[in-house]
């Protein structure tokens, strides 16, 4: 998981956050946006824990000249700045990654998301970039393509599938463990990963608050009109 104090978030001369206009307090708004931030950062984090830990293609291009019709046990993963790079892939949209499975001949099209669902607004457009994507492949390598979208905190196929309003097939989806399990990779040693940030975090957000003095004062006074009501 990615950390909340790793993340800069507002500078002194921007303006006002959305955050500070709800809280009416810039300290807390800033925080506020700390936290945005590292939300969006846990996603490129995501890819960076599978990348690290997946049969990884050193060389793409030597890849697919070499070695994509070798008896290479496994599935190979490549990168989307590899596939960016690439003198044999040619495309305006690159996904989160591309895999060769060279004994069956397969190529998975993989697009990953930090979180439960996709953005329902831009499912068509991930629909069309996806199916266009695997077609410029299709005409330069003979390979099965098959898509495949994952909603890596997802417990079921359903949720990702209606959250997607359907556009993609169930064969098309996968949850964060049907991605671990595809590539090889120990699903429960990631979660126990981000577990230990998430520790980090809320110890961290506490502490913010309470330095916050406006805050703390608001914290001490909840917390000794709760101990008088008790009493």
Request: charged share 30%; with cysteine; aromatic share 10%.
């Amino acid at each position: 998981m990615a950390l909340i104090e790793n993340i800069k978030g507002r500078r002194k001369n921007q303006s006002p956050s959305g955050y500070t206009r709800l809280f009416g307090n810039i300290e807390l708004g800033n925080l506020m946006s700390k936290i945005q931030g590292t939300v969006i950062s846990s996603g490129t984090e995501l890819e960076k824990i599978i990348w690290d830990n997946a049969q990884q293609i050193i060389d793409l291009d030597d890849f697919i000249v070499n070695k994509i019709n070798s008896q290479l046990e496994g599935v190979w993963v490549a990168k989307k700045d590899q596939v960016k790079k690439s003198k044999h892939i040619k495309s305006k949209y690159e996904p989160d990654f591309v895999a060769f499975q060279p004994l069956k001949k397969i190529c998975y099209i993989m697009e990953i998301k930090d979180g439960d669902q996709f953005d329902t607004k831009k499912s068509n457009s991930e629909y069309v970039a996806l199916h266009d994507f695997t077609n410029r492949l299709r005409d330069s390598m003979n390979l099965t393509y098959l898509i495949k979208i994952c909603c890596f905190n997802a417990i079921h196929k359903e949720e990702i599938y209606n959250g997607l309003k359907r556009k993609f097939s169930m064969s098309e989806i996968l949850t964060g463990k049907e991605l671990c399990e595809l590539l090889n990779i120990k699903y429960d040693y990631i979660i126990n990963i981000r577990k230990q940030d998430q520790r980090k975090n809320l110890d961290y957000f506490i502490k913010s608050l309470l330095l916050i003095p406006d805050i703390k004062n608001t914290i001490t006074t909840i917390i000794s009109n709760y101990n008088l009501e008790a009493k």
